[in-house]
């Protein structure tokens, strides 16, 4: 069951497999948040999970760091952080490979720091709580930290309504790497900031990434970033994975017609064309399934311009039914469109 | 060109003054004032779609509250169909006027509807407000065919429920239904689509494009992501720090950029393909504020290719051929 989805690859830092969570809502009724999500993170890759709102992708972050909030619960599969199951630790345990072994950073940095705490401060608590490092040493690596991501030393001592929007974020991966993680989930970390301040921010993840060895998990909305940084792409559809395998494949082969569609509605400067002749973006018509009302068979199915008879009923399966393998790197989709060897059936 | 002009601004400028405190007031200390929009001019014709980029803090947004009247220009002036807006002489069109002719379509489509108001109630109001279609069988006849034109359909099904009932594309079409239930003639869309996930953002453009083309409307076209223009705007105009540093045809300044801030924007734009992967040209530092401008050319202290000369001359917006013109030293070097 524990195959590896990456072949020769030596060892996964984190693997995650048939990871299945709830939300219990009101009513007793019963959220299926994410059923069957498995992909790997091999060190100093950065994998990008990608879907539009409400496909899962914060979901998954926060089973695997087990932060869900109270009404969820992680009901089947398994999270190995370099071969440990993180799902079969205590919670004392746990909290040992937070920050250490991973770290996360947030989606609205304006609102994840402290406002009546110095930047300086906020950094140095986050290594005293996690290391047993003195006070002295402590503020040498907070040095150490705000110059690695850019900051000057001489506004350790601001306050963060002080710091512009790209300022913060700087400051947020500063305190994610304070206890030098192997591992940093980023959840859209860029999505509030200007395309210039963006890609600011992504320059400095890709160097931080090469001076630490650091694999990185993206989770954005936005298929660009995604290309820009990944080596490999998780696409997201209604808590499932859709498709997963190397940025190249997916982006220019796309084996799910929820990728394709998603690709097509992409707006790209490459294919601008003449907006008076108009031809339109494609769009994927109608919404995407509320997770209390699931339709049965393939979640996209009543979206999906190539259903058949089976995809209503059956739910396709990513890991053992529908793998696609090229150049020596697996491309899977959960797509009953693919047989076992991945070839279109007609 | 006997094509008829719909918005004229002309070297428009709108100067907020700084809070100053009691201290600094006895100390006669000068005045700050925020330079927000800094002699900007453009026209915008029937039926074009003219698409104002920049980043956050450049005016895009200052110019859109000051074409609708939201804010008092500090100078210039502003012609809607060779009309002065907000002056009192006979060549002049008072707000109220404009404002039925003129509609805006804001960003957050969450915050721009009122939560205890029905659709019907909200798409209705502006017919209310200026008199239109008294009579109520018209009134709701309009109202659903105009719900219907923004593609919520049926428009019955709609009409009795609120906005906390529809998701976040369906609430920018109400938005939209609402501006366009007056037929207006110029519509100002301020980052209609940027809370938007791509496959519904596709869709509001395409709504968009289609009334332009049904409709003959024009839109200001106002947004920071450079994607989506090349699918929409016949013209694009980049702004930085209040002004507008280039114009032109949509392909023409995509394919061909002259301004240094212009081609820097366009290449840290991400593609959706990871074999596309290119340079890109990352300006250090972040958009200075508009209090205290720069001297001569006023991106020339993040410009990676300014010269002595930048720093003491403010280029003029000047012409390049075929209506594209741009405001930088080099360029006029060429």
């Known amino acids: 069951m524990n195959e590896t989805l990456r072949p020769n690859s030596g060892q996964v830092l984190l693997s995650v497999r048939h990871l299945a969570t709830e939300f219990h809502l009101a009513d007793k009724q019963v959220a299926r948040a994410l059923e069957d999500v498995s992909f790997d993170v091999l060190p100093g890759q950065t994998v990008g999970l990608v879907g539009e709102s409400g496909c899962g992708k914060t979901t998954t972050l926060m089973s695997v760091m087990r932060l869900l909030p109270s009404n969820g619960r992680i009901t089947s599969g398994n999270v190995f952080f370099k071969g440990n199951d993180l799902l079969a630790l205590s919670e004392r345990e746990m909290r040992d490979h937070r920050w250490k072994d991973m770290a996360i950073i947030f989606q609205g940095a304006m609102n994840a720091l402290n406002p009546v705490m110095r930047i300086g401060d906020q950094i140095r608590e986050a290594i005293l709580l996690h290391n047993l490092m003195d006070r002295d040493p402590a503020e040498h690596r907070v040095g150490e930290l705000l110059e690695l991501v850019g900051i000057p030393r001489s506004r350790r001592d601001q306050y963060p309504h002080q710091y512009s929007g790209g300022m913060r974020q700087r400051a947020m991966i500063a305190m994610a790497l304070a206890c030098s993680p192997d591992l940093l989930f980023a959840d859209e970390p860029t999505t509030a900031l200007d395309v210039m301040i963006q890609a600011q921010i992504l320059e400095l993840l890709k160097e931080i990434q090469q001076k630490l060895g650091l694999a990185i998990v993206l989770v954005t909305h936005d298929l660009g970033v995604v290309a820009e940084m990944c080596d490999d792409v998780v696409v997201m559809y209604g808590g499932k994975v859709a498709e997963y395998g190397p940025a190249e494949l997916v982006y220019n082969q796309p084996q799910h017609p929820y990728t394709q569609r998603l690709l097509e509605a992409f707006p790209d400067l490459n294919r601008s064309n003449d907006p008076s002749t108009g031809k339109d973006l494609a769009t994927i018509p109608g919404t995407p399934p509320r997770l209390n009302a699931l339709p049965p068979g393939c979640r996209f199915s009543p979206r999906c311009h190539k259903s058949m008879e089976v995809c209503t009923q059956v739910t396709p399966d990513l890991l053992t039914q529908n793998t696609f393998v090229s150049s020596g790197a697996r491309h899977l989709a959960a797509c009953h469109l693919l047989d076992n060897e991945g070839i279109q059936k007609s | ?334």
């Not at chain 2, 070297?11 to 200390?29: A, V």
């Not at chain 2, 200001?220 to 702004?239: E, K, Q, W």
């Open chain 2, 1 to 334: 060109m006997s094509t008829e002009l719909i918005l004229e601004v002309k070297d428009l400028y709108k100067h907020f003054p700084m809070r100053q405190s009691m201290l600094n007031m006895l100390r006669r200390r000068k005045l700050e004032i925020v330079r927000a929009v800094d002699g900007v001019s453009f026209s915008i014709e029937k039926g074009e779609v003219l698409a104002l980029v920049g980043e956050s803090g450049c005016g895009k947004t200052t110019i859109a509250r000051t074409l609708i009247g939201l804010e008092k220009v500090t100078g210039g002036e502003i012609l809607f169909k060779g009309k002065s807006v907000g002056g009192d002489g006979v060549q002049s069109i008072s707000l109220k006027q404009l404002r039925q002719r003129a509609q805006v379509v804001f960003q957050d489509p969450y915050e721009s509807l009122n939560p205890r108001a029905t659709i019907y109630d909200i798409v209705s109001e502006p017919l209310v407000v200026h008199d239109l279609f008294k009579d109520d069988h018209e009134r709701s006849e309009r109202v659903k065919q105009v719900l219907e034109e923004a593609g919520l359909r049926p428009a019955e099904d709609y009409l009795l429920r609120y906005p906390h009932e529809l998701s976040g594309g369906q609430r920018q079409r109400v938005v939209i239904a609402a501006a366009m239930v007056l037929e207006p003639e110029l519509l100002l869309a301020d980052e209609p689509v940027s809370m938007l996930d791509v496959s519904i953002r596709a869709e509001i453009l395409n709504l968009l494009n289609a009334l332009r083309r049904s409709r003959g409307i024009s839109i200001l076209f106002i947004t920071h992501d450079l994607g989506t223009v090349g699918y929409f705007a016949d013209r694009l105009a980049v702004m930085y720090l209040g002004r507008i540093v280039e114009i032109g045809p949509t392909a023409e300044v995509l394919n061909n950029p002259q301004h240094p801030y212009t081609k820097a924007l366009l290449s840290v734009v991400p593609m959706p393909n990871p074999k596309l992967r290119r340079k890109m040209i990352i300006l250090s530092g972040e958009t200075p504020n508009p209090i205290n401008l720069p001297g001569g050319c006023r991106f020339h202290p993040r410009c990676p290719l300014a010269m002595d000369a930048c720093k003491v001359n403010d280029p003029s917006l000047d012409e390049l051929g075929n209506g594209h013109q741009v405001a930088c030293l080099l360029a006029k070097a060429e």
